[in-house]
């Protein structure tokens, strides 16, 4: 026998797309009309009009006006407060979250799901509850100010440990994800090859982390870069970012030509931020040889790992669930003791000239029903969008991939004021119509499908298709019978996660909500806006609800979870 | 007629033509073997008469219709990938009924060929298993059955035993032959492993760089490789340059005497190990025993002749020389072929 090994015919295997060619790129074409259509009307279209409304001046261009106003003391302070915070924020985020990222990768311990599932709701929680809950925990009148008189939201702290808070789960998925997949062996060899333990981590499972640790560090430096809710509770008239900066310069200072050239400023940033991104997650694809987590965690072992348990759990008490408590806690705590007052009060509306037309309950309601628009639109959109994106091939594809990030980092109060100035008139006349608010919420939820359905789409397996075409499917059929069930779940997750971001939005709903329609975090905001125990105490109230649906929300999907796709999110 | 037939098929990846103007036909009921070392463009073959590899250039005709512009699906072809391929989220049955499915079979039809399926591959009452409890073996026979399933004209087998072990594989061997024998089946199989397609095969073609090498019964080619090349690829390595005139062939051997009716001129000589007879020292061309490889019963012996490339022999356990002897060796008449020199 000349050859005992199994052949594998690469020819066929590195270019089956090669015959299919013309009617898979007209497929794949087709496919991505909806999304880039969808993304050209309600994303671009907004965003360049308030931008060249803001830079057009007296009927011409004026770049120099441009620099002028980028190169102003104040905005040049805002800038550099919003880029040290994002880089304080990633740095402690990842100092705090990296410890528990192992915990939950390679230690076996009981209650490791529910650990799990606890650092992973932060991170829907609407950006308003996150700041509310802050305000609770460290604000005037929170529970360490009643306990020592400790306040923190006159400094940036409160700012830091919120955004700690949100971003702990991206460190603990992303990083967490790969490091539970890593081969324990590697790190072995290495032992055997006479490296000390922490030679062997640095030199073996420290490289084989970086990329990943670099995707999350450049996610959450996004995502504390582009902040919003967070700071617009939590930092006071002191602390300002760019988001927040053109929040304050389109609606209070009405400075469109200001917050054009700070949305630009963002825009370029976070424009930098993703391109690294992709160039990082490029290079994460090439191989690392990768086992299933359930063989690389083992029970803690000697003292040093029981410790650093106790630690993380500590952390986790004190950061993660602490604020929430304190939440729950402040809702139920009225003037005369403990009890339900302020969501009875959210029930009525305010007779004394309140915040509100209607009773702030109603924006619960509200906010499910656009929540739920929104969801239906980000996972046709997104799901389109992924299934065009399945297979890896041509620049313009990777455009395309890097188009669909992009909401992620443009200013969304932008986004909404685009949407008011101009979704006005025929034949996209939807200022009046609901609509309105689930489209600007889905162009959020519509990143995260993409990025959960990619990977499982990308994982099935070409050939499963065509055993299915031999045997007499078309390729709609060999879709809905191969493709469909294997990627259900990544489905709902994908609805899931939409639905929580959604349910959460803030800087272009505030826009757009109109007063008799607030959505939860857009009442939430109005009441913390507002003076008085009893607006406090219903803010309190609603932020509570508002959690408590995410975090249901988000539970209920843990489960359907498929455990390969923990690597993204 | 021949129920497959390929005119002149090309397929190119790039710059490398993977086809290269191959004719091919599969008569019915019978079982064409293609051979073939990787990338020699087998698989590539049967993509294209399936219809998941689009050809640049030639035709394919099943039952004399041209099958260019016919999607897979409508090919009423059957082909069993190399690796099986099962819907991992479907039991046993659900594979094997998914082409019944497709064609519109009502459920108890499909109950019943499932059912009558499953006990000719051997596997029967398998229908709610789950496809990862299964082994090798049980996911090989459940491939094929879902292949044979919709009664495809023909069935095409992608190195259908390739990842097995070897006593499974020789079992199966003869389990498909019978089988396709009993069901009529026309088959086109790929196999990189000589053993297997002789052992299948009505007829053999051996593939080399998307080129057709040879073709014809598996004894033909195994009496008479066409060239130096499938000589080698059959496991034959006792070859060297030759000149031939009459029945004696002068080689670094020395001369050896070959058949009569051999090509004349300048080739290539075979000898199989058979025909490599080894005697004691002084009797014939000089050897050193350099290796010994034991085979069920028989031996391997590696030798090197002080003259021209090295030689293996096939000896009877008994009969076997110490590594390092010295010995003699002759070559039987009936044992030697005379291949072009290519």
Same mark, same amino acid.
């Given at each position: 026998?000349?050859?005992?090994?199994?052949?594998?015919?690469?020819?066929?295997?590195?270019?089956?797309?090669?015959?299919?060619?013309?009617?898979?790129?007209?497929?794949?074409?087709?496919?991505?009309?909806?999304?880039?259509?969808?993304?050209?009307?309600?994303?671009?279209?907004?965003?360049?009009?308030?931008?060249?409304?803001?830079?057009?001046?007296?009927?011409?261009?004026?770049?120099?006006?441009?620099?002028?106003?980028?190169?102003?003391?104040?905005?040049?302070?805002?800038?550099?407060?919003?880029?040290?915070?994002?880089?304080?924020?990633?740095?402690?985020?990842?100092?705090?979250?990296?410890?528990?990222?192992?915990?939950?990768?390679?230690?076996?311990?009981?209650?490791?799901?529910?650990?799990?599932?606890?650092?992973?709701?932060?991170?829907?929680?609407?950006?308003?509850?996150?700041?509310?809950?802050?305000?609770?925990?460290?604000?005037?009148?929170?529970?360490?100010?009643?306990?020592?008189?400790?306040?923190?939201?006159?400094?940036?702290?409160?700012?830091?440990?919120?955004?700690?808070?949100?971003?702990?789960?991206?460190?603990?998925?992303?990083?967490?994800?790969?490091?539970?997949?890593?081969?324990?062996?590697?790190?072995?060899?290495?032992?055997?090859?006479?490296?000390?333990?922490?030679?062997?981590?640095?030199?073996?499972?420290?490289?084989?982390?970086?990329?990943?640790?670099?995707?999350?560090?450049?996610?959450?430096?996004?995502?504390?870069?582009?902040?919003?809710?967070?700071?617009?509770?939590?930092?006071?008239?002191?602390?300002?970012?760019?988001?927040?900066?053109?929040?304050?310069?389109?609606?209070?200072?009405?400075?469109?030509?200001?917050?054009?050239?700070?949305?630009?400023?963002?825009?370029?940033?976070?424009?930098?931020?993703?391109?690294?991104?992709?160039?990082?997650?490029?290079?994460?694809?090439?191989?690392?040889?990768?086992?299933?987590?359930?063989?690389?965690?083992?029970?803690?072992?000697?003292?040093?790992?029981?410790?650093?348990?106790?630690?993380?759990?500590?952390?986790?008490?004190?950061?993660?669930?602490?604020?929430?408590?304190?939440?729950?806690?402040?809702?139920?705590?009225?003037?005369?003791?403990?009890?339900?007052?302020?969501?009875?009060?959210?029930?009525?509306?305010?007779?004394?000239?309140?915040?509100?037309?209607?009773?702030?309950?109603?924006?619960?309601?509200?906010?499910?029903?656009?929540?739920?628009?929104?969801?239906?639109?980000?996972?046709?959109?997104?799901?389109? +969008?992924? %299934?065009? @994106?399945?297979? *890896?091939? !041509?620049? /313009?594809?990777? &455009?395309?991939?890097?188009? =669909?990030?992009?909401? $992620?980092?443009?200013?969304?109060?932008?986004?909404?004021?685009?949407?008011?100035?101009?979704?006005?008139?025929?034949?996209?006349?939807?200022?009046?119509?609901?609509?309105?608010?689930?489209?600007?919420?889905?162009?959020?939820?519509?990143?995260?499908?993409?990025?959960?359905?990619?990977?499982?789409?990308?994982?099935?397996?070409?050939?499963?298709?065509?055993?299915?075409?031999?045997?007499?499917?078309?390729?709609?059929?060999?879709?809905?019978?191969?493709?469909?069930?294997?990627?259900?779940?990544?489905?709902?997750?994908?609805?899931?996660?939409?639905?929580?971001?959604?349910?959460?939005?803030?800087?272009?709903?505030?826009?757009?909500?109109?007063?008799?329609?607030?959505?939860?975090?857009? +009442?939430? %905001?109005? @009441?913390?806006? *507002?003076? !008085?125990? /009893?607006?406090? &105490?219903?803010?309190?109230? =609603?932020?509570?609800? $508002?959690?408590?649906?995410?975090?249901?929300?988000?539970?209920?999907?843990?489960?359907?979870?498929?455990?390969?796709?923990?690597?993204?999110? | 007629?021949?129920?497959?037939?390929?005119?002149?098929?090309?397929?190119?990846?790039?710059?490398?033509?993977?086809?290269?103007?191959?004719?091919?036909?599969?008569?019915?009921?019978?079982?064409?073997?293609?051979?073939?070392?990787?990338?020699?463009?087998?698989?590539?073959?049967?993509?294209?008469?399936?219809?998941?590899?689009?050809?640049?250039?030639?035709?394919?005709?099943?039952?004399?219709?041209?099958?260019?512009?016919?999607?897979?699906?409508?090919?009423?072809?059957?082909?069993?990938?190399?690796?099986?391929?099962?819907?991992?989220?479907?039991?046993?049955?659900?594979?094997?009924?998914?082409?019944?499915?497709?064609?519109?079979?009502?459920?108890?039809?499909?109950?019943?060929?499932?059912?009558?399926?499953?006990?000719?591959?051997?596997?029967?009452?398998?229908?709610?298993?789950?496809?990862?409890?299964?082994?090798?073996?049980?996911?090989?026979?459940?491939?094929?059955?879902?292949?044979?399933?919709?009664?495809?004209?023909?069935?095409?087998?992608?190195?259908?035993?390739?990842?097995?072990?070897?006593?499974?594989?020789?079992?199966?061997?003869?389990?498909?032959?019978?089988?396709?024998?009993?069901?009529?089946?026309?088959?086109?199989?790929?196999?990189?492993?000589?053993?297997?397609?002789?052992?299948?095969?009505?007829?053999?073609?051996?593939?080399?760089?998307?080129?057709?090498?040879?073709?014809?019964?598996?004894?033909?080619?195994?009496?008479?490789?066409?060239?130096?090349?499938?000589?080698?690829?059959?496991?034959?390595?006792?070859?060297?340059?030759?000149?031939?005139?009459?029945?004696?062939?002068?080689?670094?051997?020395?001369?050896?005497?070959?058949?009569?009716?051999?090509?004349?001129?300048?080739?290539?000589?075979?000898?199989?190990?058979?025909?490599?007879?080894?005697?004691?020292?002084?009797?014939?061309?000089?050897?050193?025993?350099?290796?010994?490889?034991?085979?069920?019963?028989?031996?391997?012996?590696?030798?090197?002749?002080?003259?021209?490339?090295?030689?293996?022999?096939?000896?009877?356990?008994?009969?076997?020389?110490?590594?390092?002897?010295?010995?003699?060796?002759?070559?039987?008449?009936?044992?030697?072929?005379?291949?072009?020199?290519?």
């Amino acid at each position: 026998m000349v050859l005992d090994r199994p052949e594998v015919d690469d020819s066929a295997r590195a270019a089956p797309p090669a015959g299919t060619a013309p009617r898979g790129t007209a497929v794949r074409f087709a496919l991505m009309a909806v999304p880039v259509a969808f993304f050209a009307v309600f994303f671009a279209y907004p965003v360049s009009a308030i931008v060249s409304r803001g830079l057009h001046h007296g009927g011409g261009w004026d770049p120099g006006r441009i620099v002028a106003t980028a190169t102003r003391p104040d905005i040049l302070g805002v800038l550099w407060f919003t880029t040290w915070q994002a880089l304080a924020s990633t740095a402690l985020t990842l100092l705090l979250a990296l410890p528990g990222a192992y915990v939950l990768a390679r230690l076996d311990f009981p209650g490791r799901r529910l650990l799990r599932a606890v650092v992973t709701v932060p991170f829907v929680l609407p950006t308003v509850v996150v700041g509310a809950a802050f305000l609770a925990l460290v604000g005037r009148g929170g529970l360490l100010d009643d306990l020592w008189g400790v306040r923190l939201d006159t400094t940036v702290w409160a700012i830091l440990l919120a955004h700690v808070f949100f971003n702990y789960a991206v460190v603990v998925r992303t990083v967490g994800g790969l490091w539970a997949q890593l081969d324990p062996r590697q790190e072995e060899a290495a032992r055997m090859l006479g490296a000390g333990r922490f030679a062997a981590w640095r030199s073996v499972t420290l490289p084989a982390l970086a990329p990943s640790l670099a995707a999350a560090a450049l996610m959450v430096f996004l995502f504390t870069f582009t902040s919003f809710g967070v700071v617009q509770i939590l930092g006071g008239p002191t602390f300002t970012t760019l988001e927040v900066e053109i929040y304050r310069q389109t609606a209070d200072l009405l400075d469109l030509p200001t917050a054009a050239v700070l949305t630009l400023l963002q825009f370029a940033a976070v424009g930098t931020v993703l391109a690294v991104h992709a160039r990082i997650v490029r290079r994460r694809e090439t191989a690392l040889r990768l086992v299933d987590p359930a063989h690389t965690a083992h029970r803690p072992r000697g003292a040093a790992q029981w410790l650093l348990l106790g630690g993380v759990g500590a952390t986790v008490a004190a950061l993660l669930l602490a604020p929430p408590a304190v939440l729950v806690e402040r809702s139920l705590d009225t003037p005369r003791g403990y009890g339900l007052d302020y969501y009875r009060a959210l029930f009525e509306v305010d007779s004394r000239g309140g915040s509100f037309l209607v009773p702030p309950i109603e924006a619960v309601g509200n906010s499910l029903g656009y929540a739920l628009a929104a969801t239906a639109v980000s996972v046709t959109v997104g799901g389109l +969008a992924a %299934a065009a @994106l399945t297979r *890896r091939a !041509g620049r /313009l594809v990777r &455009g395309f991939d890097a188009l =669909l990030m992009l909401p $992620l980092g443009v200013s969304a109060v932008t986004v909404g004021f685009g949407f008011l100035i101009t979704l006005d008139e025929p034949p996209l006349d939807l200022r009046t119509s609901w609509i309105l608010v689930p489209l600007a919420q889905a162009l959020v939820g519509i990143p995260f499908v993409v990025r959960i359905m990619l990977p499982v789409l990308r994982a099935v397996d070409e050939r499963l298709r065509e055993a299915a075409a031999v045997l007499g499917a078309s390729p709609l059929r060999a879709w809905r019978e191969v493709d469909l069930p294997l990627v259900r779940r990544a489905l709902l997750v994908a609805a899931g996660f939409a639905f929580a971001v959604s349910l959460g939005e803030f800087g272009a709903t505030v826009f757009i909500a109109r007063p008799d329609n607030p959505t939860l975090p857009v +009442a939430v %905001a109005r @009441l913390l806006g *507002r003076p !008085g125990e /009893l607006n406090y &105490g219903q803010a309190m109230a =609603l932020a509570t609800l $508002l959690m408590a649906v995410c975090a249901a929300a988000l539970l209920l999907l843990e489960r359907f979870r498929p455990d390969k796709t923990s690597g993204e999110f | 007629m021949a129920l497959l037939r390929l005119e002149d098929v090309g397929v190119r990846f790039g710059g490398r033509a993977a086809l290269d103007g191959v004719d091919l036909e599969v008569p019915e009921h019978r079982t064409v073997c293609v051979l073939g070392p990787s990338g020699s463009g087998k698989s590539t073959l049967l993509r294209v008469v399936a219809g998941l590899q689009r050809a640049d250039r030639g035709r394919v005709l099943l039952a004399g219709a041209d099958q260019a512009g016919v999607p897979p699906h409508r090919r009423g072809v059957g082909l069993m990938f190399q690796d099986h391929q099962l819907f991992p989220q479907r039991d046993v049955a659900g594979n094997v009924a998914f082409g019944l499915r497709m064609r519109g079979a009502g459920r108890e039809e499909r109950a019943r060929r499932v059912g009558e399926l499953l006990e000719l591959v051997g596997l029967p009452g398998a229908q709610r298993r789950a496809v990862p409890t299964l082994s090798g073996g049980e996911q090989q026979r459940v491939a094929l059955a879902r292949a044979l399933a919709p009664e495809p004209k023909l069935l095409m087998l992608d190195e259908p035993l390739g990842q097995l072990d070897r006593g499974l594989r020789e079992r199966l061997v003869t389990e498909l032959r019978g089988l396709f024998g009993r069901l009529g089946t026309t088959v086109l199989a790929v196999t990189h492993d000589q053993g297997e397609a002789f052992a299948l095969a009505d007829r053999v073609v051996v593939m080399r760089d998307g080129r057709v090498a040879q073709s014809g019964t598996p004894l033909e080619v195994w009496q008479r490789p066409a060239s130096r090349f499938v000589a080698r690829f059959l496991g034959f390595d006792n070859l060297a340059d030759c000149t031939v005139s009459g029945t004696r062939a002068d080689t670094p051997w020395g001369a050896v005497e070959v058949p009569a009716g051999a090509p004349q001129g300048e080739g290539t000589l075979l000898v199989r190990p058979s025909g490599v007879r080894v005697g004691p020292e002084g009797e014939g061309l000089a050897a050193t025993v350099e290796a010994r490889t034991f085979r069920a019963g028989r031996v391997a012996v590696r030798l090197r002749p002080d003259a021209g490339p090295g030689l293996e022999a096939d000896c009877a356990l008994g009969e076997v020389p110490p590594e390092g002897a010295r010995v003699g060796l002759r070559f039987g008449v009936g044992e030697t072929v005379v291949l072009d020199r290519a």
